[in-house]
């Protein structure tokens, strides 16, 4: 059964701090793997990742895959009370059109 | 551009009764999706159209039922609500890129379902 695992679940870290967020999977037929940032309501793109070890970069956001060990970070330097979410991972899987979501981080952001 | 709007925002139900939950897209988008969010278990997928007149069943398509008569609405109904349908229902909608790999879903703000 494929699944998409995402830890820590919950984390509380002060403004100007450092976080990593992290996403492993276990799929048949890998494709992509796409974080979200949800605030309040509807979750909004950020990154999607097909190759190993290119990181990509938005901001003080970036993120990195691993294809070997099968797992995604999601970094965030200097973190603002603005970065408090729940971001979430998923992974698309050959010719099924479906994403297969983790269950999510909180993160918050304390001043 | 208003991008995926949903309709209702809000609902109360009593066990029982039934509704349909609306999903426009005007991002000529081929494929949709209604997704169900409850605490701690992420996004889970009921029912995905991958074009006009098409429908599939997600990973918890029960006790739900979906129509795609135009290629810009997407429809999900409950015929008969249970109290484990109460959640927050979200529609997404994607181009599909076969390669490279491209899918990102765009979504829109939600419904919050609750069933007395």
């Known amino acids: 059964e494929d699944k998409v695992v995402q830890s820590p679940l919950s984390l509380v870290v002060h403004e100007g701090d450092t976080v990593t967020l992290n996403c492993s999977y276990e799929v048949t037929n890998f494709r992509s793997l796409l974080w979200y940032k949800q605030e309040k309501k509807a979750p909004t793109f950020l990154f999607m990742l097909?190759?190993s070890g290119i990181e990509k970069k938005s901001g003080r956001l970036s993120s990195i895959l691993d294809k070997k060990e099968l797992f995604s970070i999601l970094n965030i330097t200097a973190t603002q009370t603005g970065d408090s979410a729940i971001y979430l991972c998923a992974v698309e899987v050959d010719s099924n059109y479906q994403l297969i979501w983790g269950a999510g981080t909180k993160l918050i952001i304390k001043p | 551009n208003a991008g995926v709007t949903q309709t209702p925002k809000f609902r109360v139900l009593k066990t029982g009764q039934s509704m349909t939950l609306l999903c426009a897209q005007d991002?000529?988008?081929?494929?949709m999706y209604w997704y169900r969010q409850d605490p701690g278990m992420g996004l889970r997928l009921i029912h995905y159209s991958v074009g006009e007149g098409t429908t599939a069943k997600g990973e918890v398509p029960d006790g739900y039922n979906v129509s795609r008569l135009k290629k810009q609405n997407f429809l999900l109904g409950l015929e008969s609500a249970a109290p484990s349908q109460t959640s927050v229902y979200f529609c997404a909608s994607s181009y599909r890129v076969r390669d490279p790999p491209y899918n990102e879903q765009f979504f829109g703000p939600g419904t919050r379902l609750t069933v007395l």
């Open positions: 097909t190759s």
């Open positions: 991002m000529n988008h081929e494929y």
